[in-house]
């Protein structure tokens, strides 16, 4: 019987195309090419996909303004897995640790992380998503300096330096505990549920752009590098865009003089409108489309999110979310599962050098998994299954286990186990941007977005956060590993997420069943039942005026 991983040494194995300088240049610039391509797509389709056709001035603001949030979300994601990166033999030589020592690393981020996501996603509902981007990018990249200074200079030798590093490494996840929550909740105000899915999608592309950063470029920086420049290179990016955000991002269209589009803000709008007209009794005849906000309106607070207890009650409270809970644990489990072990097992297992052709290969197809997974989940949910996200999900998680079973069968063929790998991006990303961040948005509304994705967020992290010591004791510490056992402790999540699911598998978002309230005395912001009906067409003000 074939005997999968178990049967055959890893000195046995070539490293394959390990050589050639030229080709390697010409690998990296076209992988480089692919991605940058991509990026670019989606930045079209955002600009051009406008189903309720809202004005060109609110479509151009609102792209820039999610650019800049995602792009400096990308570089957390640079300067967070940047840790991953170091979590390899030669880095635990010059700590003096073995695996499972450096494995505490990640999960005592991972428990900071799914910590805090939660506490500070409430936070975020408070204070926006403009604030919360800028303390998370500015916070981490301080916190990322140190870790440079730290692995710079070193003074300790074994597992005292995991001390210190998980200390450091636990401030830095709790920065960036903000940033997560903050990106949903400025595409929450800004894209209407309809939309969504295909902003799900570009946003699962600008995550995947983040693993590239982490993966790929950390990758190239270690083998070229001091690895202390893993920490110093992503800090530099952090402080840039944290700083173009502090000048140009809003938290909301209120806030850039447009009219909301969330289905939850244009009540509110329609309600603070009927209190505000100065003549109540005037006809509704003005033309749909070219809204104007009312003249009179109360003075604007920075509160963007809901009581504490009424937050509370609408997510943790709620038995949708508490499903989605569980789900998301098991994506956690594996998601980073993968992410936390792909590159010693291709390294340490498969015998594939880091500065290979191959390598950098097999590590992009994260990335580009990840971009076409997230894409196409988002496009597919509210194109084939009317906004609802589930089947989506679904399919993804089947997806998955197919993957993994597909890694331990692979044994040591290393383009095939390397296939698996990044395939096993494209339905891990799908299923983690349609449930934590699309789902969180579309049921908690905009006023609890940031917490319920820091619910959701904080407990997949508790799944990911298993993935440090568990599957370290797994794999085992004598080399290779058994690498066929993480591949196969990964169905399990897999499954149970899948079957989940299925008790979910028809649920719509409540604004597609809900119409917002007409406010008397002035035409309303119209809802957004007919995919027709502009629901911004509102000339808004410049950022600076609405400041």
Not at 340 to 365: E, Q, T, V
Not at 442 to 462: H, M, W
Request: hydrophobic share 50%; charged share 10%; proline share 5%.
């Amino acid at each position: 019987m074939w005997q999968g991983f178990s049967h055959v040494h890893p000195g046995t194995v070539p490293v394959i195309f390990a050589g050639n300088t030229a080709m390697s240049v010409a690998v990296d610039w076209s992988i480089r090419a692919i991605i940058a391509c991509i990026v670019i797509a989606a930045c079209v389709i955002d600009l051009t996909h406008n189903p309720l056709k809202h004005t060109r001035k609110y479509v151009n603001f609102r792209f820039l303004n999610w650019f800049l949030v995602g792009i400096t979300y990308s570089g957390t994601y640079f300067g967070r897995y940047n840790m991953n990166v170091a979590n390899q033999q030669r880095i635990w030589d010059v700590l003096g640790v073995d695996k499972t020592g450096f494995g505490w690393v990640i999960t005592v981020g991972f428990i900071v992380y799914g910590v805090f996501v939660v506490i500070n996603g409430i936070l975020v509902d408070k204070m926006g998503g403009r604030k919360a981007t800028i303390i998370g990018a500015m916070g981490s990249a301080i916190v990322n300096v140190f870790m440079g200074i730290y692995a710079l200079f070193m003074p300790f030798k074994g597992f005292a330096n995991i001390i210190i590093i998980c200390l450091l490494y636990a401030i830095n996840n709790y920065f960036q505990t903000f940033c997560t929550s903050a990106i949903c909740k400025v595409g929450v105000n800004f894209y209407n549920f309809r939309e969504r899915g295909f902003f799900s999608g570009i946003f699962g592309v600008i995550i995947a752009f983040g693993f590239f950063l982490a993966f790929d470029v950390n990758d190239s920086i270690i083998n070229v590098l001091h690895w202390s420049f893993l920490f110093f290179i992503p800090a530099v990016m952090m402080f840039g865009f944290a700083a173009a955000c502090y000048f140009y991002i809003r938290s909301t269209p209120e806030d850039a003089g447009f009219s909301p589009v969330d289905e939850e803000s244009i009540a509110a709008a329609n309600a603070t409108a009927a209190t505000a007209t100065e003549d109540p009794t005037a006809p509704l005849n003005a033309p749909a489309g070219s809204v104007e906000m009312p003249k009179k309106q109360p003075k604007k607070t920075q509160d963007y999110g809901l009581p504490f207890m009424q937050l509370v009650r609408k997510v943790f409270f709620n038995p949708i979310f508490i499903l989605f809970c569980v789900i998301d644990f098991c994506v956690g489990w594996c998601r980073d599962g993968i992410l936390s072990w792909f590159p010693s097992f291709l390294h340490d297992y498969l015998n594939i050098d880091k500065d290979s052709d191959f390598y950098h290969i097999a590590s992009a197809g994260v990335t580009l998994g990840g971009m076409f997974g997230s894409l196409g989940a988002g496009m597919i949910s509210d194109l084939v299954f009317g906004s609802r996200r589930p089947p989506v999900a679904f399919i993804a998680l089947i997806g998955f286990a197919g993957c993994v079973i597909l890694i331990y069968f692979a044994g040591h063929i290393q383009w095939l186990a390397a296939f698996g790998v990044g395939l096993s991006s494209f339905f891990f990303s799908s299923v983690h941007g349609i449930i934590t961040s699309t789902c969180a948005m579309d049921f908690a509304g905009s006023k609890a977005t940031g917490t319920a994705v820091g619910l959701l967020d904080g407990v997949q992290k508790i799944g990911s956060s298993l993935t440090g010591v568990a599957m370290a004791a797994i794999i085992g510490g004598q080399k290779p590993g058994n690498y066929g056992a993480w591949a196969l402790s990964m169905i399990p999540g897999a499954a149970i997420g899948a079957i989940l699911v299925l008790f979910i598998i028809n649920r719509k978002p409540p604004g597609a069943e809900k119409k917002a309230p007409a406010a008397a005395g002035y035409t309303p912001v119209p809802a957004s039942e007919n995919a027709d009906t502009s629901i911004n067409n509102f000339q808004g003000t410049s950022p600076a005026a609405a400041e």
